[in-house]
């Protein structure tokens, strides 16, 4: 399939710039075909205006039509075929049985949020009566749902080239909430960006959609920036380092018309082994973990970083089958040379930090020329961790430090000292439970998912999925980038007050069209209302 | 009863400043007994260290014995009896059968908090439940539910020196929710905060709530944008001007970790006056609207600003009796000094505004030593409107500006030039019905909510309440400050991944022991789950 770099806007293809960039394989070690143009500031403009107008059409389409349409989305993702694979596994370095099912999963959210549409109860619906003869004034009839806040612009990330990437979450949660996306194509994977937008243009084409509800943009950082500032932008997905997302949360608090910007950043998702586990089942949690640590070349938000033990006889024999388990771990190629290269500073730097010791190393050495990552596992005193706080900072890739403590209470007090998480993990057994419960009561504080006995990677899609947390591991703990209950994000309450019946939008009319359950006068039902 | 002036730190009461300030009656036009001591900084750092030991005890209590606290609250708000009402009428010149009306509201906003809390859905449960042996890989047990996010500071309004202050609608919320209160004393009702600062103290200790769920100080300017910036404060409630909302919202921007704030700010609350109604209902148009626009001074975040007309042989009609009901308006005295002289201001600036015709005044004139307002009404062209867009700022107080379009098309583009506001209000007659829809198209996108032949002054309190709405009119519009939803401000998702059982929150757990409505593997439902 010839990659033509150029951007999407609208129905339109253009490259009208001078600027362009080639996408590299890093475990090829060489450029690959294609040249990728950035947007010119005309285009820029153009694609937001479009983006704007597209609005106007597109929150009026029905829930139904927009199903269709997302569902269109994941079916033209499938007939790409192999090509989509085969690019994104050369621009990625992840192997072609992760990308594929990363691919079953990207169409898998599309068709979730289609299913969400379809059912409609997610809007929220609330409605108090009118209660004409009230004393000492009447009240009226009110009536309450959730409509989409407009055109989003969405940052995708290295780590999931289709999953959370051009159609990935906030892409699939956007224009479900009915919002227009506008989406800056990551440098990592811009072919896997290139055949995933036409994909999404030829799904809006075929349902009618209005042009101008997808674009998709090679931008600089500058325009980056621009994008988050401009004023038709009424939200921001993101999903990176810590650095980028918090300049664009900046740069949107510097406008006029605050926004909502939902940067997922970092996250060491500590994991807290109790003495029962380690005395029992130190094998088991020793494999586990190196797996968990390694998948992926560590290149998960929900990465291990963190691990936290008391010490004991029980605590060494464990991490001397950790050692053992880890040492078998290989390197791999990671996603692009910056990480690479961010990955070996942050081992470095750990390795040559007074207090740190070097616990297990994969014994197979690193391809530099293949941008290969070296697993390495480390141990650290809790008092040392809690004086340094570089220590708690995230290193994107296979690396993992195991913090130990004293006893109990300075467990708990090095689990305070941490930052927000996405996950925090519980091992342990029944007869932890006496220990385990201030422990439980700390981390709910810290993490926005705990994983009882099993490991953070594996973000499961689904209604009670919460993938956020405290800060930095994302910039707005209230929401979720995975999961039905993503499209929360997109919206903002309306409220209808004495509205004729005929009026009101289908979700608030009396006899409830579309049999959705919806608060009525302080009850959840799904009765129709007497009018 | 004996006004002391002091802060409330937790249980204690404590003046360790030397900086004092008075209270001013307006309508008198004199100090009113005490004074009131700014909080010193070591005062300042006591408070919010209390309120981050009280949050960790006060997460874990019931939602039972919560809902006794807020219910205590209302009781004792009762029992300060007639000397709440004649002081809070006296630094706020609102009248009597106002400030009743306004206790009787807070009151019900506190019971109403604790009904939530006592029937429980308000946790949005979601649960799905694992499917062990689902290939390729296992899916876990996944749950969800909301928790408190951490204290929360709460700025105060002047215009509802109860139901927007102190024992208000943000610290109700946010109490419910499971969030410490820390509240800046509004400095121009300080005498009414102090009263109710010792009930909800008082009611406090009587249910046996942790010290620090609740304190109070006087701060200076510096010290609010510290509270705002403090580690500990995990969200900000405000009801106030743009100017200072907005400096709060930049300055909580500037912090490390990024937080909400909800800041109510200004709104116009356009009344759009379709044909049919002018025609008519001219003489009830006229009579209402003047009485909405001098309702309590004018001085509603609702207050219906801005105006709108096509021009015709009835809009003629309607303004002449418009102009004659109007001119029977009287002066009233304004909530403070400031306020005063920011409406007198603003009400010259408009007078001498090129294009700006006065349509009618109040006969009488305001006196000012009494700090009244003199009601006005303005005309102006759609075109003069949109060409100045300081004519589209609130001046708060008995103003209104009525802007004539020449037709449907200026009309549209009138209200879309409009800034985002609470409320929009519509009165239309059945065969207004075509040329209204593109209306309602368009103020969906600028207002939180939208009245059908009413009135924005009045907002009824309740579950499908919105009072929010498109910034300016808040910083946050997917949040409203008033009715049942107002709690979802200060709190956050956890999500719990296979957890035994009992070591699961109630709300959670399989039986349903709260008998709450539950989203369990995609339905609604009360039912049990098997387990």
Redesign the interface.
């Given at each position: 399939m010839l990659i033509e770099g150029t951007n999407y806007i609208g129905y339109s293809t253009s490259a009208r710039g001078s600027e362009k960039f080639q996408a590299f394989s890093p475990s090829g070690n060489s450029f690959l075909p294609g040249d990728f143009t950035y947007a010119t500031n005309e285009e820029f403009e153009l694609t937001v205006a479009l983006a704007e107008k597209a609005f106007a059409n597109y929150k009026?389409i029905s829930a139904k039509e927009k199903a269709i349409f997302l569902e269109a989305i994941a079916e033209e993702i499938m007939a790409l075929g192999d090509a989509l694979i085969e690019r994104c596994v050369a621009e990625s370095a992840l192997p072609v049985a992760r990308i594929t099912g990363e691919r079953g999963r990207t169409c898998g959210q599309l068709k979730m949020f289609a299913q969400l549409l379809r059912?409609g109860?997610w809007v929220d619906a609330?409605?108090?009566t009118a209660q004409p003869d009230r004393q000492p004034?009447p009240?009226?009839d009110?009536?309450?749902m959730l409509?989409p806040?407009?055109p989003v612009a969405v940052f995708g990330a290295s780590n999931f080239p289709l999953a959370f990437s051009t159609a990935g979450g906030d892409t699939a949660s956007a224009l479900a909430a009915g919002c227009p996306v506008i989406v800056k194509a990551h440098p990592s994977h811009p072919g896997t960006h290139e055949l995933v937008s036409k994909a999404i243009i030829k799904a809006a084409q075929r349902t009618e959609m209005p042009e101008g509800v997808f674009s998709s943009l090679y931008l600089s950082n500058e325009q980056s920036i621009q994008l988050v500032q401009h004023t038709v932008i009424k939200a921001v997905g993101f999903t990176g380092s810590r650095h980028v997302g918090m300049l664009l949360?900046?740069a949107a608090?510097e406008r006029?018309?605050?926004i909502?910007v939902y940067a997922e950043m970092s996250s060491t998702n500590p994991i807290i082994l109790m003495e029962g586990v380690l005395k029992t089942q130190p094998e088991k949690i020793a494999k586990e973990l190196t797996a968990s640590v390694n998948l992926g070349v560590g290149q998960f938000c929900t990465n291990p970083g963190l691990v936290f033990a008391i010490e004991s006889d029980a605590t060494s024999a464990f991490l001397k089958e950790f050692s053992n388990q880890f040492s078998s771990s290989t390197p791999g190629t990671m996603l692009n040379r910056n990480i690479c290269s961010s990955y070996t500073k942050g081992a470095n730097i750990l390795s040559n930090t007074d207090g740190i010791n070097i616990l297990a190393k994969a014994s197979k050495t690193a391809a530099g020329e293949r941008y290969e990552a070296s697993p390495l596992a480390f141990t650290v005193s809790s008092k040392d961790f809690v004086a340094n706080e570089q220590l708690a900072n995230e290193v994107f890739g296979p690396l993992t430090l195991i913090v130990l403590c004293k006893n109990a209470e300075e467990l708990h007090r090095t689990l305070l000292s941490l930052e927000?998480q996405l996950t925090a993990t519980l091992h342990s057994t029944a007869e932890d439970?006496q220990a385990?419960k201030p422990v439980?009561?700390i981390i709910?504080?810290k993490?926005?998912?705990?994983?009882?006995?099993?490991y953070p990677t594996?973000v499961?899609v689904?209604?009670?999925?919460?993938h956020?947390g405290?800060?930095?591991s994302t910039?707005?703990?209230?929401y979720?980038s995975v999961g039905t209950?993503a499209i929360y994000r997109f919206?903002?309450?309306?409220?209808?007050?004495?509205?004729?019946n005929h009026?009101l939008p289908e979700a608030l009319q009396n006899h409830n069209p579309l049999n959705i359950?919806r608060?009525v006068d302080?009850q959840?039902t799904k009765e129709v209302i007497a009018g």
């Open positions: 009026e059912e109860w609330r409605i108090d004034v009240k009226s009110i009536r309450r409509i806040v407009g949360y900046k608090a006029t018309e605050p909502p927000g439970e385990l439980i009561d709910t504080q993490a926005g998912r705990i994983i009882f006995g099993g594996g499961e689904c209604h009670s999925m919460h956020g405290p800060f930095p910039s707005d703990a209230r979720t209950a919206v903002r309450p309306i409220c209808l007050q004495d509205f004729p009026l359950i608060l302080g959840w």
